[in-house]
């Protein structure tokens, strides 16, 4: 049992207020107070204190989206009331867990991760204008307007000739192949370089790369979610346990994580692996 405990406050303006004797360390809590000291959460724990967070400035809150961008997005707004710096460090978000929310769609990000290298013609792209808008032509997505590369799936070739295949070093790497490549241009889109019906390498994730990203975010603590009720209020936190990136490849190559990043010629990248709201629930281990 745990034997220490947070001395709560008097309730304002409450004429008799009624004592209560929690099971979980014995708190003495008037009526209207939330016991934060649950059952294998020492009080004076960095999860306690995420927990306490929580409960004092989050759970019951609706986010309401104004109409300027100056309120920020929804994750800022729940970064804020957790005490969270807004930043873009390589590194949990506080005491070692890394936080995510509820998401409007079935899917949670792990990261949002530039190529290490992009390769045009088996050299890498160089950095000019030019350079990016040749990439982009040559590799751009069906129909897409503005000039769009990405949505690249693991083992499974789409009609633009493109494919996500991990090597032995679980580098992860982006292919292309004339012969594959389905649209009615590619003749005069694509250069001569590549029409040897040979797989190319256009892009790659080192393994060394994500494996830093990944346990510098997720192998320290672990994660917690931050998850609502139906009426959209925040009702609840759910902790998970760290993982290494052993493990993470792992389930990429399950196809349990998956590659769901587009970009425009002209806008920043994104690199977005992603896992469904049941994979990250199948990893949860405690809720509050």
């Not at 939330?34 to 409960?55: E, H, M, N, Q, W």
């Not at 004092?56 to 809150?61: E, F, L, R």
């Not at 961008?69 to 800022?76: I, L, P």
């Not at 506080?94 to 190529?115: L, R």
Request: proline share 4%.
């Amino acid at each position: 049992m745990i034997s220490e405990h947070i001395v709560p406050c008097l309730v304002p303006d409450s004429p008799k207020p009624t004592k209560h004797v929690l099971a979980c360390c014995g708190a003495k809590l008037y009526k209207g107070e939330t016991c934060i000291c649950t059952d294998g959460v020492a009080p004076s724990s960095d999860k306690a204190r995420i927990i306490r967070l929580f409960l004092k400035n989050v759970k019951g809150k609706k986010f309401d989206k104004c109409a300027s961008d100056a309120c920020g997005k929804e994750g800022h707004w729940l970064e804020t009331l957790m005490g969270i710096k807004h930043n873009a460090d390589n590194a949990p978000d506080i005491y070692g867990y890394e936080q995510k929310k509820e998401p409007s769609a079935n899917a949670i990000s792990f990261i949002d991760k530039q190529t290490d290298e992009k390769y045009y013609e088996g050299n890498p792209l160089g950095k000019n204008k030019e350079d990016k808008d040749l990439y982009w032509r040559t590799f751009e997505r069906t129909n897409s307007k503005p000039m769009t590369i990405g949505g690249w799936k693991l083992d499974k070739w789409d009609p633009d000739g493109q494919i996500l295949k991990i090597d032995e070093q679980n580098n992860i790497n982006i292919v292309y192949n004339y012969t594959i490549d389905k649209r009615e241009d590619k003749m005069e889109r694509v250069s001569g370089y590549y029409k040897d019906n040979k797989d190319h390498i256009i892009g790659t994730w080192k393994s060394s790369t994500l494996r830093k990203v990944i346990e510098n975010k997720f192998n320290v603590n672990g994660f917690y979610i931050c998850k609502k009720n139906k009426k959209k209020e925040y009702e609840k936190i759910c902790f998970g346990k760290p993982f290494t990136f052993e493990y993470w490849i792992e389930q990429f190559k399950l196809y349990n994580i998956y590659y769901d990043g587009y970009s425009g010629v002209s806008r920043r990248w994104r690199g977005c692996f992603r896992a469904s709201m049941g994979w990250w629930n199948k990893h949860i281990t405690e809720e509050h």
